[in-house]
């Protein structure tokens, strides 16, 4: 919840005998800086009128505008709130162009303004609101949130602002400077020695496959538990998905089932590090031995920074991709993609087609597409890189609580319950935190009456998709990913889901 905070609240709060008289506004702000979830924010049109009030005030009490406590009045008020900027885009009323402002920079951030004005508050009802009102205004307005992507955004904003404007004021929209910067700040975060930025996670998947020439008559195997991008790329290059079961405890592709499956004409095998773990890689590896001209892609579209026997999930395979969309671990505000390897002749190759298949300006080598990613998203992704691991280390918490409360008394149903398996050789980026209930419906639906948001990551595997029919899969080849289908579910899954939170979800599971 954001609140932009009028001048006359500030000056109730810091100014001793408006203190006494205007108590609503003290215990108004002392509640409010108690709140994980708020942020409260003081508008860039205000902060002349502040200081010079407050450079007045002192100078009646002391005589004279003491500097040294003017500085750190300033230095604490901004310490406590965040500077909401006024947009260019503002309607200025000019019969009270100040209260304009703050209302359009109040927009600006979805916030209201917290402010005694009458005048105010009876000009602009829907945008403001009077302290006496903020106790009922936040327990009407306190839910849980699915991804939490609002949040996080409020807490990098400065940076975010930052590293946008230099994109927006160089107008370097397509591989501009802040593209090879993120892609030297991934291959150090993920250890692999290239890393090519792209478009998103589905295209991540054709540049891998495209840079293995990956054809029509090809096979490549991969999981039929998974987001249709993953066979759908398969398809749309012409070869031909060969689903696998998969294990009933992680959910990723079970590999004692792989080599029945393999053929001559089998090209790759694409493993999904679904909800953010990792498959089973030596179990992989052992195939690629057996099988040489096998080539392993991974898709990490949900476990970037997930890690396997101490390397990044970004630096397995042959290939690994991951995708930036913003539901997921490390998101941009858009789409967005990469592509990992340690072959300095796929990357260049991956680089290319990319880029059209340009060898050079207007010459081609390969068929390629369109596939880079904007300035802008890698502008957005450097900064939310730097805060990554902390990020990480929180989404750890969030599932090892969410594990301790459902496995606990508190959860009326433990038994019904199925909760998520992480191998003992590796970490998830928990990218979802999903369960198995036999009556998923039933349980959603009560889920949903108390406020709570789930999903079904997915509902039905891809042997029983429509667009997969003419494959000639039919209900029963692979039992594990229709039964988990029919039950699986996930929890709000973000860094900022709060201990009561996940209290509140386990007593009405």
């Not at 060898?359 to 957005?380: E, N, P, W």
């Not at 909760?419 to 928990?430: E, F, G, K, R």
Request: proline share 4%; hydrophobic share 40%.
């Amino acid at each position: 919840m954001n609140y932009l905070v009028d001048l006359n609240i500030i000056f109730d709060y810091y100014n001793n005998e408006r203190r006494e008289l205007f108590a609503e506004s003290v215990s108004t702000l002392d509640m409010l800086w108690n709140e994980n979830n708020t942020n409260l924010y003081i508008s860039s049109s205000s902060l002349d009128k502040l200081e010079f009030t407050k450079a007045q005030e002192l100078k009646r009490e002391f005589g004279y505008a003491s500097k040294i406590i003017l500085k750190n009045f300033i230095k604490e008020i901004l310490s406590k709130f965040k500077i909401a900027k006024t947009p260019s885009y503002l309607d200025l009323d000019y019969e009270d162009i100040e209260d304009s402002q703050i209302i359009a920079s109040a927009k600006a951030i979805d916030a209201k303004v917290i402010t005694r004005d009458i005048k105010m508050l009876e000009k602009y009802p829907n945008e403001t609101i009077h302290p006496s009102q903020i106790t009922n205004h936040q327990s009407q307005t306190t839910n849980i949130d699915f991804a939490n992507l609002q949040k996080q955004y409020f807490m990098y904003q400065s940076e975010l602002e930052l590293e946008m404007d230099k994109v927006l004021n160089n107008a370097s929209y397509i591989m501009g400077d802040a593209v090879t910067e993120l892609e030297k700040n991934l291959e150090e975060f993920t250890g692999a020695k290239y890393a090519i930025t792209c478009s998103n996670g589905t295209d991540a998947l054709l540049l891998a496959m495209m840079a293995l020439d990956i054809k029509p008559g090809d096979e490549v195997i991969t999981t039929p538990f998974t987001f249709i991008a993953t066979a759908e790329t398969i398809a749309f290059l012409g070869a031909t998905p060969v689903f696998v079961d998969i294990d009933e405890k992680t959910y990723n592709i079970d590999p004692s089932k792989i080599e029945a499956a393999i053929t001559p004409k089998t090209k790759a095998i694409i493993p999904v590090s679904l909800y953010g773990q990792p498959a089973d890689m030596d179990a992989l590896e052992q195939l690629k031995i057996k099988h040489p001209k096998l080539k392993i892609i991974i898709d990490g579209a949900q476990s970037f920074g997930s890690i396997y026997k101490g390397k990044t999930d970004s630096n397995l395979g042959d290939i690994s991709t991951t995708s930036f969309f913003p539901a997921k671990p490390l998101g941009c505000f858009g789409d967005g993609g990469a592509v990992f390897t340690n072959n300095e002749e796929l990357a260049n190759k991956i680089k290319s087609l990319r880029l059209h298949g340009q060898s050079k300006r207007y010459h081609h080598k390969y068929i390629g597409m369109g596939g880079r990613l904007d300035t802008l998203q890698a502008a957005v992704l450097n900064v939310k890189l730097k805060h990554y691991p902390k990020d990480l280390a929180l989404r750890q918490e969030v599932a090892q609580k969410y594990t301790k409360a459902l496995g606990s008394e508190v959860s009326t149903s433990p038994k019904n319950t199925i909760l998520p398996t992480v191998a003992n050789n590796c970490t998830s980026a928990w990218a979802q935190y999903s369960v198995r209930v036999k009556n998923r419906d039933e349980v959603q639906a009560k889920l949903k009456e108390a406020g709570i948001p789930t999903a079904v990551h997915y509902p039905m595997p891809l042997h029983l998709q429509e667009c997969f029919l003419y494959l000639g899969y039919k209900k029963g080849n692979f039992p594990i990913s229709e039964i988990v289908a029919d039950e699986i579910m996930s929890l709000p899954m973000n860094p900022y889901v709060k201990d009561e939170e996940i209290e509140y979800i386990a007593r009405e599971f």
